[in-house]
């Protein structure tokens, strides 16, 4: 007897090539012996052109867009990869951003796990790095009693956690307010019904203390996932994680992709990290991600900052989303105090030092009683621009529209962008002066001057030049934390994740690296770095404080930062955002096209913008911004122009803009 016919013989899948195609779907029949596998998710081979390719089905249809549609080749696995949350996060995702779909998936799947073939050894890692081995190290830890703050703040994602319920809460706290037990007590309930727990949080803090916060509560329960791990490693992790082995996942962006079959919590630690939002196709912010996932598991997510992002503020405060506070250090510790030093007064008494009067003698005192310190400067190398002071010429990288950096302990000069290295010039280039020079202060050229000041402190350095290994992050924590080290020099990645109780002196070395930037969001970046830095010191018994050096005592964001005061700011910062018509007043889509020949850049932008300004209606809240050249107007070769569309619904115009060869489409776009 003939099989009946199938109810939904055909499946949209998205091939897995590397290949631009016109389209993100495909339609393929699908056999009747292999229906009851190719279900939503699967990971099948099709034939695609005169080759067969691996793709995923996210769709099964009773009818098919094309006349005759080839047959789909085999399924090759079971269960399927991907969950039908899973597809439906992967097209919400697609639709947000506007991504390819096939991008989409290979991001939410580790490469270790797409290539697979079915039947073939799963082998482990040969190595390990020293976050995963964390998890093995992390000793036992018990539950504390939470303060009064701590347990109001918990007690509504336990209630929706308990009814299955989603809801988007904000918890506002400050630094060392105990945002993290509140988390904890969040996922213990989440284990204690049965389901788990995604948290994440900035690579930056994904230091041993914090991995060891999660493994000590949750021992054999946590699964890591972030950049350095390995394909091998990540698959693991994702294996673990899929076959419910562990079902609490701790890690950065990616992990909100985590493969958890029944989550029942959400947790975004510093959810104004810029972190969260991918830099390449396809360009998703991870927290609005984990919201949408919470929102299809109908489950709890909390989003927790000493210093949250503006619109999330602003949401929490319009009502679109719940609003906890912890507004207090834990066992009422103070915030430490900070004093300002304007560095025009520094320069006209003559000093030339990168560290003031006030903060040479504050880093003499520290140390001279037995205290730890952390100097914050976010920009890294000896020189950041290398001038002729003949001629007045910079020396430019000569791919990107960016001053070349000097390194000294490379001996050389490099392009932070595309990694161009060049000698160090011994005449200028232009003129041929030898009057050419390094200027402008880095984290490297930082310690080699507090050497020359403290010749006895023992100094570690973290910066982006420091950690070229994936495990030299962990090596460096684990030194200043064991007290091998007297004095931290770092850029923004010892803003977050440490919280050390040795710390008795933070120095913000030079406050206005961000703050005079291009861009809507710089006196934003500047209070959220300054706060955060500034709250790693304090967190012991003893007394604290921090010196914060800056050319521009009174800007908004430098006042309010001094003060700890964050809802100034955010008052201060949404007035200017209502005036100008920016984020959370509006949304941006940022399209940019790349072309050896800067003429032929602005011509095609010019075309774009008249283009999408015509078909867009002047009544409908869209402004069509541009052409204009990059903030980084050449880059790798290439010269960048860009068109931006603002306005409140701004998917009305995703039809409309420009795609193809050389152009990058970016929603929302961070800093």
Known sequence: MAAPPLSTPYAAVVPDTRSILPRDVFTYLVPGELDEQAVLGARVEVPFGTRTVTGYVVERSAESDVE??????????????????????????????????????????????????PGGRKRGPRTTSRSVAAIDEAPQTTAPQLNDAQAAAVAPIVAAVREHRHLRLMLHGV?????????????????????????????????????????GRFPGRVALVHSALTDAERAVQWRRIRDGVADVVVGSRSAVFAPLPSPGVVVVDEEDAGAYKQDRVPRYNAVDVALELGRLHDIPVVLGSATPRVETFFHAKTGAMDYAELPTRI??????????????????????????????????????????????????????????????????CRNCSVSMVYHQGRGRCDCHYCGATAPV????????SPSIRGLGMGTERLEHEVHQLFPTLRLLRMDRDTVAHRDAYYDIYETFRRHDADCLVGTQMVAKGWDLAGVRLVGIVNADTALHFPDYRSGEITFSLLTQVAGRAGRGDEPARVVLQTYSPDHYAVRRAVTHDYLGFARDEIRIRRALHFPPYSRLVVCTVSHRDDLKAEEEATRAAEKVSGILESG????????????????????RWQVTVRGGAIERAFPHLPRGRGWSIDVDPAP
Request: proline share 9%.
């Open 425 to 432: 010039p011994m005449t200028c280039p232009s003129c041929h």
């Open 175 to 215: 630094t060392g307010s105990g945002k993290t037990e509140v988390y904890l007590a969040a996922i213990a309930a989440a284990l204690g019904e049965g389901r788990g727990a995604i948290v994440l949080v900035p690579e930056i803090s994904l230091t041993p203390q914090t991995v060891a916060r999660f493994a």
């Open 331 to 396: 066992a009422d510790r103070p915030l430490p105090p900070i004093e300002v030093v304007d560095l025009r007064d520094e320069l006209q008494a003559g000093n030339r030092s990168p560290l003031s009067q006030t903060l040479e003698r504050a880093l003499r005192e520290c140390h001279d009683a037995g205290g730890q310190s952390i100097l914050f400067l976010n920009r890294r190398g000896s020189a950041t621009v290398i001038m002729c002071r003949s001629c007045g010429d910079v020396l430019t």
């Open 620 to 639: 409908d809240g869209l402004d069509v911004l541009g052409p204009a050249p990059a903030f980084l107007h050449r880059l790798r070769g290439e010269y």
């Open 68 to 117: 005759a549609p080839r047959e789909l080749a085999s399924v090759l696995d079971e269960p399927p990869l991907l969950s039908p949350q899973a597809v439906h996060l992967a097209r919400w995702v697609a639709d947000r951003y506007c991504a390819p779909l096939g991008e989409v998936i290979k991001a939410m799947l580790p490469a270790g796990v797409r290539n697979a073939r």
